[in-house]
């Protein structure tokens, strides 16, 4: 331990001896808190666990027993929040948020030194992560584990207390009581990032409208971000006026305060499904973390003068004058604790860690639920909600409209399902794929929300934490990086650092992908979707034409109900509208809902569906092209030109891009002579990267293989965007040159 860390582990026995201890900076009472004195001294017990739990994590750093030591020394009288919050009010919590961990384990009956001891040795036997991460959460005490984020819980904590008044009005049970509220916390450096800016705001949006949100955020004020120093007053000053917020305030190194106004920040949270934004105001101490040496940024008499303020001195005081301890009873407790902790933890060293890859990655796919396919509804209701479209139903139609079809069976089907994004109520989506669902199923179930991504994605993990169905989407492709930390850092990784016992299943909705006409540009016409490539355990469809539309929509949502897994669902916006493949009114790319309704119900029997498979065009040897959305499209065109040329082709639709039907793909090239591989991103970073080195892995002559993707470019505007992008007649004039001289 460095002497910093030792002077700050003395200082409590040699001030408490000297009864040198800090004035009180509120006048809250026990008996004005309404705590009891066991409840007082319960907190203050574990406002001890958690302070010898942050030193001894730097003895066990020194080590090499331990990887993380941001802790919450300073911040101990969060563990009021145990007592001031129910046991079922879901917690998304700031990594200094120890000793209310350790409240709410010990309300449990949890032995929560031991636990928490395995996650900092990165143990196997952690029972959060599995020794994957050092987290605070817990799937029994309703806290989603969180590592390092920077505000990124935020979206997801508004999304859960939005879905708790939400599960009532669409009558689903929900995973959470219907009088729960939902709490979030977060330091005051992190209340400047955007995530943080859009979450507040949001809720101030959704509170402003009248609209229930059961949700108190709290900053936990401690004046610093890492080296940098938050303005005084900058807090107070941004919320205590803010609209659609109550603001409370309160003393954070008084145990007695924190308690009596985070009760009052909740009971109205709770009776008035409103938000609230308690500020927090302590310290912080021991640095940043283990490797921060606050004297490079902070003077020596500033540190020491903020060690004086050590809520642990202020509780000795309190307890003190109360007559609840004396000095010798403070001490031995204090010396105790530090004991229990040191000996507890030399057991927790010695637990097993992770052993192999396969143990690491078990946890990054989910277990399958036990949740049933719903059945679909009845033909006399199904009538119903297409009575608009029922001189329409027996005719052919695009991927635009089929889509649109598959959403509304698929929301009569899946009650718990809610759509959410920008435009997609009443206006029906930019490109009309959500029309009618707002009339059919309400605001409830078709949420327009406020035009920021981090809240649509975020907003999506809440109500999926709530056992909904979310649906959000996003309306263009390139939209998606304002917030791709949801998915990346959120979403995607709930699972494996819950070692699968906390899931956020979701259906991700992305119109995207170039070649429309006269919408144009690269905001509108992004086609790179590597942000999604390389995030483990997402799984992302791609349909090329209306028929496969209706079958990867509905598997998709399958594989997020049944199997819980996230899933990107990349939809074409070029093809929503294509009916034609090769002359005008041929009507090649439409397709009729009826019979593909009939074949995926038979699939869904037989349980195929499941598979995430290619689908193949022709048989023939000359040539294997493989492609996906706006590519098989072209590559379709360009086989029949190619026929006509003496070049038998197959066309290869990859339909799912991750993960890739390797199997399926082999096969079909191990069939052909050549391999032609159409990619209409951009050469770095594309799919095609990864056909290229499978095929090249399993030993094909890489000679006879070639690429054709998109340059890598932005869009530009109107036809200069075909400059840079893969056509028919490049298609064919590659795969000629392949068979000729390949």
């Known amino acids: 331990m460095s002497d910093r860390n030792q002077l700050v582990k003395d200082n409590f026995i040699r001030l408490v001896k000297a009864d040198n201890l800090p004035e009180p900076l509120s006048s809250t009472t026990i008996e004005e808190s309404d705590l009891s004195n066991e409840q007082v001294l319960d907190l203050f017990d574990s406002q001890l666990i958690s302070r010898h739990l942050d030193l001894h994590s730097r003895v066990m750093q020194k080590n090499q027993q331990s990887f993380y030591t941001i802790g919450s020394a300073g911040h101990e009288a969060n563990a009021a929040y145990g007592l001031a919050f129910r046991q079922d009010d879901m917690a998304f919590l700031h990594y200094r948020s120890g000793a209310f961990m350790v409240q709410r384990a010990k309300n449990a009956g949890i032995d929560v030194i031991y636990d928490m001891l395995l996650s900092f040795a990165a143990s196997s036997d952690d029972p959060i992560s599995g020794g994957r991460h050092k987290v605070l959460g817990s799937k029994a005490l309703n806290i989603p584990p969180q590592t390092s984020t920077i505000a990124s819980h935020l979206p997801k904590a508004v999304g859960t207390a939005f879905s708790i008044p939400l599960a009532r009005r669409i009558e689903q049970a929900g995973e959470l009581s219907s009088s729960s509220v939902v709490l979030c916390n977060f330091g005051d450096a992190s209340a400047n990032h955007s995530t943080a800016q859009g979450a507040l705001n949001t809720a101030a949006w959704i509170a402003f409208q009248s609209v229930p949100l059961p949700l108190v955020f709290i900053c936990e004020d401690n004046g610093i971000g890492i080296s940098t120093a938050t303005p005084a007053g900058w807090i107070e000053a941004n919320y205590k006026n803010r609209c659609g917020l109550t603001y409370f305030s309160c003393d954070g190194l008084s145990l007695l305060d924190t308690y009596k106004v985070t009760k009052q920040a909740v009971d109205y949270a709770r009776e008035h499904q409103k938000p609230v934004f308690l500020h927090v105001k302590l310290i912080r101490l021991l640095g940043h973390a283990g490797s921060d040496s606050e004297f490079v940024y902070r003077r020596l008499e500033d540190i020491e003068a903020t060690e004086f303020q050590d809520p642990l001195l202020h509780s000795a005081r309190m307890l003190l004058e109360s ?71 027996a005719k052919k139609q695009h991927l635009a409209k089929l889509l649109n079809w598959t959403l509304i069976d698929l929301m009569a089907q899946y009650p718990s399902i809610v759509m959410c994004g920008e435009d997609i109520g009443k206006k029906g989506g930019v490109y009309n794929v959500t029309h009618k669902l707002y009339d059919l199923y309400g605001s409830n179930r078709v949420v327009n929300t406020p035009l920021d991504e981090q809240t649509i994605l975020g907003g999506a993990i809440g109500l999926a934490h709530n056992g909904l169905l979310p649906i959000p989407e996003i309306q263009f492709l390139a939209y998606v990086h304002n917030a791709e930390d949801q998915i990346r850092g959120e979403a995607a990784t709930l699972s494996f650092f819950s070692n699968g016992q906390c899931t956020n299943p979701m259906v991700i909705r992305v119109a995207g992908l170039a070649y429309q006409r006269g919408f144009g540009g690269h905001f509108h016409n992004d086609n790179s979707f590597a942000v999604f490539r390389d995030i483990p355990g997402v799984i992302i469809a791609c349909p090329s034409n209306g028929e496969d539309g209706v079958k990867l929509l509905r598997n998709c949502v399958r594989l997020a109900h049944e199997e819980q897994r996230v899933v990107i669902f990349l939809e074409p916006i070029a093809l929503y509208m294509t009916k034609d493949l090769h002359t005008e009114n041929d009507g090649l790319w439409t397709f009729d809902y009826s019979s593909i309704q009939a074949d995926n119900h038979a699939d869904n029997q037989a349980n195929a569906s499941s598979q995430l498979t290619i689908n193949t065009h022709g048989s023939g040897k000359d040539l294997c092209i493989l492609s996906y959305g706006n590519g098989y499209y072209l590559s379709r065109q360009a086989q029949q030109t190619l026929a006509e040329q003496g070049i038998d082709a197959r066309v290869v639709d990859l339909r799912y891009l991750a993960p890739l039907d390797e199997a399926g793909i082999l096969a079909q090239v191990n069939a052909c002579q050549r391999v032609l591989i159409v990619d209409e991103c951009r050469q770095t970073g594309s799919i095609s990267e990864a056909l290229f080195t499978l095929i090249a892995e399993q030993g094909y002559n890489m000679a006879h293989v070639s690429r054709l993707c998109a340059q890598d470019s932005f869009i530009p505007l109107g036809s200069a965007a075909y400059h840079v992008l893969p056509s028919k007649a490049q298609i064919v004039e590659q795969a000629i040159a392949l068979v000729q001289h390949g």
């Not at 204090?334 to 933890?345: C, D, G, S």
């Not at 143990?359 to 059945?375: F, G, N, R, T």
């Open 323 to 393: 007559k609840l301890m004396t000095k010798a009873q403070l001490i031995e407790k204090y010396q105790h604790v530090a004991e229990l902790v040191e000996k507890t933890a030399k057991i927790a060293v010695e637990r097993p860690k992770l052993a192999n890859a396969d143990e690491v990655m078990a946890s990054i796919i989910p277990p399958k639920s036990d949740k049933q396919l719903p059945k679909a509804v009845e033909q006399d209701i199904r009538s119903q909600l297409f009575v608009h479209e029922r001189h329409n139903l």
